[in-house]
């Protein structure tokens, strides 16, 4: 049984490897060949980089390889638009933006699911485990691979939603400042987006992509719009209607960003306040575990040490 294992293992590597070989090392259609030629070819050109970035959207090797990856493994298992476009707008919120995003993404999944049990089957016919154990590892190992990328992947999104969110109550100070000032909305968002980008990143970088749609041609409000699909926070979608609403009834921007503001950092002082309540009872398994044993120990140990002694004596 051991044997058979060990070999089952051998052909399942060798033949994986030998797919991996010839994803990776498959030659270039024509067609793709002639436009990567045209990219390099016009790469003096002022758009060039815009015009690279649509045309070859495979340009790191990682994204190649994943998308070579994915392809015969996309007819084999298919997804439907509406997971496509669901898995899209999460890597979004997790702030990748890229057309291969998907991809990789779906590359990396299936690249666990497919390696996790392999490499326990390896392990397992090395130690010959039994075969009814080697099972349940394997198994095990598959339901590993298939939900860490997605755990993976929530807390990234999770992580730069909450910088989004620390981030906006000061970005919208600087906003108040900036319309006080005189400039206008579009101006005001470069300002944040120029000067929050060693402080808040995400927020910035965010800020600038809007300002950038509106620059191209793309109507503010749809631009704002897409500000708040991007983020996936409802301070930013609160943020954005109140934005629309001021622009489209012709009200004071600076005040409502004022009033906006205000509301921000008191809901911000309300979840920090939340945050505190909740720390004495998450601490709460901790000292149960770890700390009122040891005090046990410390304060009772002696008196039963006096008392065994006492005992032992009679």
Known sequence: MII???ISTFVCISLALLGIYWLVYKPQSAATERLRHLGVKDGS?????NVQSVVLPDESPAADF?????????KLVPVSATEAKKLQKQLMHAGFRSAEAPMIYRGI??????SFPLLVALVCAIMAYPLQNALIYIILAFVAGFFLPRYMLGRITRSRQRDLRWGLADALDLMVISVEAGLGLNAAMMKVASEMKDVHHAIAVEFEL???????????DEAL???????GIDD????VAMLIQTDKFGTSIAKGLRIFSDGLRTKRRQRAEQEAQKAAVKLLLPLALFLFPTLFIAILGPAALNLMDTLGKT
Do not use: C, F, W, Y
């Open 236 to 239: 930013m979608r609160s943020l």
């Open 4 to 6: 058979i294992i060990a």
């Open 210 to 220: 809007a300002n950038l749609e509106i620059r191209v041609g793309r109507e503010r």
């Open 225 to 231: 719009r897409n500000l708040a699909e991007r983020t």
């Open 66 to 74: 994943a998308q070579r990856l994915t392809k015969p493994l996309n």
């Open 109 to 114: 999944h299936l690249a666990s699911m497919a």
């Open 45 to 49: 050109g002022p758009d060039a980089s």
